[in-house]
C-alpha cells in the first residue's frame, strides 16, 4: 500500500521550513478562486508560473522537486464545484431543464474515489519517472522558457492521445475508461467522473518525456494542465468555436468523442489538441444532423459507485470464461471491446447506421424511479460524505498524512457509503437494511473514523444527526408502510399487491 505523501520536508529555503511558515491548506479558502485557477482551466498558465509552481527552493533534486510540485488539480476542485453549479443554473435558464442529482452526484462520487486514489499513487508515477529520466535521459529540457512550456504542452498531449486511444481500443483499459463515459449526461460534473483504477496505467504513456529531457515536475505540471483543461470541454453550452476547432479539442469535439452513436464510436481522443486526431485520422467532427447520445453502447443503469467502477470488469470476466481456447481468453482482455473469436483486433463497426437503428429507444436516458424524499435523503447523505474527503485531502496538503489504517479505513467507509448511496437513487430493495447498518456504524463509529477529530465541530454534530435520524427513519418507514398498507385492505376485499398491479 502506498500511502498518501507530502512534499518533503526541506532543510533550507524560505516558505518550506518549520511548520510556523507552511500556510494551512483550506478547501475554500479564497487563494482557491483567483484567476490563476480559473486561468488554469484553460492552459494559460506562463512559463514562468509554471517553474513556480515547482516551490521557492532551487537547490533540491529532480526527485524532491518533483514532491514539491503544487497539488493545483485538489487547489482547483472548489472552482469545479462552483462551475458546476453555475453550469447547472445557466443550462436551466437555457434549456428548461434540470440535470438529474442522481446523474451528478454519481459522477461527483467516482471523482471522489478516483482523487483519493490518484493521491495515493502519485508516488509511483513520479518514483519510476524520476528514474528513467535520472538514468537514461538524453538532454535535460528547462521548466521556464516558451519554447520548453510549448514543447512540454505538445509532449504531454501526445502521451495522452496514446493513452486515451489505447483506454478505449483496449478491452482491459476500457473497462477503467468507461467509468468517464458511463453518464448519460454530457456537463462538467462528468469530466470528474473517472475510474479508480486509470491512476495505476496512465503514467506508461509519459515515459518517453523522461527519456527526452523533462524533468519530473515538468511532466507533473504540465499533466495536470492537461487534465484541468479537459474540465471546461464537457459542456453542452458551448457550441462552436470557430477556427478554435481545428487545433484544440472543444466541447464540440468532446461531445462527438461522448457520444454512443456508431458513428462518434472511438474518436477525437486528444486532451488540449485535436491536431493528433487529424494526424492519425480519428478525428470525426460533430454532426448536427445526427446530435449525440452520450453513455455506454450496453447501457449501464445504475448509479451504484462500486458498479460504476466494475461492470466492465465483469463483463470481460465473463468473456474470459466464455472462451475456451488460451489465445481467444487473452484475446478477450487484451483486443478490443468489440473484438469476438473470428474477428479482427478492434471487432466490426459500421459507422453509417444511425443510432435509431441499433437501439430501440436511444433517446430514453436512465432516470430515478425513486420518490423525491429518496432522492433529498440521499443528496443529503452525499454532503455528510464530502468532509471525510476533505479531511483526507486536507491532511495530505498540510503534510500530516493518513496512516496505512486511516487510509484503509477512509476507503472502505467511505466507498461503502458512496455505493449505498448510489443505490438509494436506483430504488434497491435492499436499501432500507443496509442504509440502516451504514448510518448505525458510522454513528455508533464516529469517533474512531480518521479526519474530524479535532475541528469541523458544528459540522460533526450535524452528521450525527443525520446519521441517527437515518438509522431510525427506514424501520420506522417500513412500519408505517406496512401499518397503512393492512388498514387499507377491507377484511375480505383484494389485497393491496392486486390494487397496485391494477392501477399500472
Ligand atoms: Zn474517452
Ligand atoms: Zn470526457
Redesign the pocket.
Known amino acids: 500500500m502506498i500511502l498518501p505523501q507530502p512534499p518533503l520536508p526541506v532543510e533550507s529555503g524560505e516558505g518550506w521550513t518549520g511548520n510556523a511558515s507552511i500556510p494551512q491548506w483550506n478547501f475554500f479558502g479564497p487563494d482557491k478562486f483567483d484567476v490563476f485557477h480559473l486561468r488554469a482551466l484553460f492552459y494559460l498558465v506562463t512559463p514562468k508560473e509554471v517553474a513556480n509552481l515547482t516551490g521557492p527552493n532551487h537547490n533540491l533534486s529532480y526527485a524532491e522537486e518533483a514532491h514539491h510540485v503544487q497539488d493545483v488539480f485538489s487547489d482547483t476542485i472548489p472552482v469545479f464545484m462552483v462551475l458546476c453549479l453555475i453550469e447547472a443554473v445557466v443550462s436551466f435558464i437555457v434549456t428548461g431543464r434540470l440535470f438529474p442529482v442522481s446523474d451528478t452526484i454519481t459522477s461527483w462520487s467516482a471523482g471522489l474515489l478516483s482523487h483519493m486514489t490518484k493521491i495515493c499513487v502519485k508516488t509511483l508515477d513520479v518514483g519510476l519517472y524520476t528514474w528513467l529520466f535520472t538514468h537514461y535521459r538524453l538532454t535535460i529540457i528547462p521548466i521556464d522558457t516558451w519554447w520548453a512550456w510549448a514543447a512540454a504542452l505538445l509532449a504531454t498531449d501526445f502521451g495522452y492521445y496514446w493513452f ?1 486511444r489505447a ?2 481500443e483496449i478491452n482491459l483499459f476500457w473497462a477503467a ?1 468507461q467509468v ?2 458511463s453518464s448519460e449526461e454530457f456537463n462538467f460534473s462528468v469530466a470528474l467522473r473517472q475510474s479508480v483504477v486509470s491512476n495505476f496505467g496512465a503514467w506508461v504513456f509519459y515515459l518517453p518525456m523522461a527519456l527526452l529531457g523533462f524533468t519530473p515536475a515538468t511532466f507533473l505540471i504540465h499533466h495536470q494542465l492537461n487534465l484541468l483543461y479537459q474540465f471546461w470541454i464537457h459542456t453542452s453550452l458551448i457550441k462552436n468555436l470557430g477556427p478554435l476547432e481545428w487545433i484544440l479539442n472543444t466541447p464540440s469535439h468532446h461531445r462527438a ?2 457520444g454512443r452513436n456508431p458513428l462518434y464510436i472511438d474518436i477525437n ?1 486528444g486532451g488540449v489538441l485535436i491536431i493528433w486526431d487529424r494526424l492519425f485520422g480519428t478525428f470525426i467532427p460533430e454532426n448536427e444532423k445526427e446530435p449525440a447520445l452520450y453513455g455506454l453502447v450496453g447501457r449501464l443503469e445504475s448509479h451504484n459507485a462500486v458498479w460504476v467502477q466494475v461492470l466492465r470488469l465483469a463483463e470481460i470476466r465473463r468473456r474470459i470464461a466464455a472462451n475456451t481456447s488460451l489465445g481467444d481468453k487473452i484475446s478477450a482482455a487484451l483486443k478490443g471491446p468489440r473484438w469476438r473469436p473470428g474477428l479482427p483486433f478492434f471487432g466490426l463497426l459500421d459507422r453509417t447506421i444511425p443510432i435509431a437503428k441499433k437501439e430501440e429507444h436511444p433517446e430514453r436516458k436512465y432516470q430515478s424511479k425513486v420518490p423525491r424524499w429518496q432522492k433529498i435523503y440521499a443528496t443529503i447523505h452525499f454532503l455528510t460524505v464530502m468532509p471525510w474527503f476533505l479531511a483526507m485531502l486536507r491532511g495530505y496538503e498540510n503534510h500530516e498524512p493518513y496512516s496505512t489504517s486511516e487510509t484503509l479505513l477512509t476507503f472502505v467507509h467511505m466507498t461503502i457509503s458512496l455505493a449505498n448511496i448510489g443505490s438509494v437513487f436506483d430504488g434497491r430493495s435492499w436499501i432500507p437494511l443496509t442504509e440502516t447498518a451504514r448510518c448505525a456504524f458510522l454513528f455508533l463509529f464516529f469517533n474512531f473514523l480518521p479526519g474530524l477529530e479535532d475541528e469541523y465541530e458544528y459540522m460533526r454534530s450535524i452528521m450525527r444527526t443525520v446519521l441517527l435520524l437515518s438509522v431510525f427513519l427506514w424501520p420506522v418507514r417500513h412500519y408505517l408502510t406496512t401499518t397503512s398498507a393492512h388498514a387499507a385492505t377491507p377484511a375480505n376485499g383484494p389485497s393491496v399487491v392486486t390494487k397496485v398491479e391494477k392501477s399500472k
Open positions: 486515451h483506454s478505449h475508461h468517464h463515459h468523442h461522448h481522443y
